[in-house]
């Protein structure tokens, strides 16, 4: 089968990403071996790439929102069968035996295995994936447009937990790109109003046509005081910024897996009056579950922008230059009936 590995990690413009062709994996006895139609390009496959987040073995295959058909499941797989669509998304195990998993939070497994760093990806033709960890999309979204759902919906979601924003309540959001456009929608569904501030033009025009109240750069000020601000920018100098336009008692929710350092923070303008600051790690299978259903009963929107296999390193490129506005998703197997930009209407469970 074609993939893309990390090769040497280093600047997106050294081209760390090779591709080539590799032997097809095959599933283990609680796995599914997927038919991959498309994988989303998260910011995260940019860190791994580029040596922020150092791999975690030799020549791994990023990608961790990936869309396809099960060809086969192993032998103790019943869940899916042969056929399904289903979706591959960062958190590929956790133990279920640390403290963190028996109480329920699995996303800060001590033992975790992340999909497209611990093991390969989506940025290839074929993948495998425990069945435990696999989810079933929603008949309502064709394939390009579930795949941003898999990482940038589900971690978007569970910022906005973090958040705690409460009902009608204003939200910032610093960044506006693919997780941000989501949570955008889910706010304001959710009866929020949104504030946005971001570098990009293209993405303030998105911001604004999908409903916020004030849109500005990334270091403005919004004209109310926030309930609660997510940074999906990976700035550390934002941390303050953010903080100091919370009303009393706001929450900022840190989104990203990685984040330039913070600089010192002043207690009585940033901090008191019981403003919070969280990170987001990950997030738990249930978030995943949750977060699907929300999304197919607004239903989300995704503004996606599809490159080609062969341009996933062009695809990198663009997300660090911010030329990509929403979500990007590599093609990995031609359009066909099933997987074009129509809602999927064939296969099991659809209507
Ligand atoms: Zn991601
Ligand atoms: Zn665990």
New binding site residues.
């Given amino acids: 089968m074609r993939a893309w590995w990390v090769g040497r990690p280093g600047a997106i413009s050294t081209r760390p990403l090779e591709m080539g062709e590799r032997g097809n994996p095959k599933p283990k006895a609680n796995e599914l071996l997927i038919d991959v139609s498309v994988c989303g390009i ?1 910011r ?1 496959d940019l860190h791994l790439a580029e040596g922020d987040l150092p791999p975690r073995h030799q020549h791994v295959v990023p990608g ?2 990936a869309v396809g058909v099960v060809l086969e499941t192993g032998t103790n797989s019943s869940t899916f069968q042969p056929g399904d669509r289903v979706g591959v998304a ?1 958190l590929g195990g956790a133990c279920g035996t640390c403290p963190y998993c028996r109480r329920g939070d699995e996303n800060l497994c001590l033992a975790p295995v992340f999909t497209g760093w611990d093991r390969d990806g989506g940025y290839a033709e074929q993948m495998t994936v425990s069945q435990d960890f696999a989810y079933r999309i929603p008949d309502v979204f064709a394939d390009e447009k579930a795949a941003p759902l898999l ?2 919906g589900i ?1 978007g979601y569970r910022a906005l937990k973090r958040a705690d924003l409460r009902p009608g309540g204003r939200l910032g959001i610093y960044g506006f790109g693919s997780s941000a456009h989501l949570t955008a929608q889910m706010a304001i569904h959710l009866g929020a109003s949104v504030f946005v501030m971001t570098r990009s033009e293209e993405a303030r025009s998105l911001a604004r046509g999908l409903g916020a109240e004030f849109v500005g750069g990334p270091y403005d000020v919004p004209p109310v005081l926030l309930d609660a601000a997510i940074l999906f920018a990976p700035v550390g100098d934002l941390v303050p910024v953010a903080l100091r336009a919370l009303d009393r008692g706001g929450t900022l929710a840190v989104a990203g897996i990685h984040l330039s350092d913070i600089p010192s923070l002043n207690y009585t303008t940033d901090l008191f009056y019981e403003r919070q600051l969280r990170s987001v790690t990950a997030n738990t299978r249930a978030d995943g579950h949750e977060f699907l259903a929300l999304a197919a009963e607004i239903p989300l929107a995704p503004t996606t922008t599809t490159y080609p296999f062969e341009e996933a390193d062009r695809a990198l490129d663009d997300l660090a230059a911010d030329r990509i506005t929403g979500s990007a998703v590599l093609r990995v197997r031609p359009a066909t009936a099933h997987n074009e930009a129509e809602p999927f209407t064939s296969g099991r469970g659809a209507a």
């Fill in positions: 998260c995260t961790h929102e960062w990482c940038s971690i």
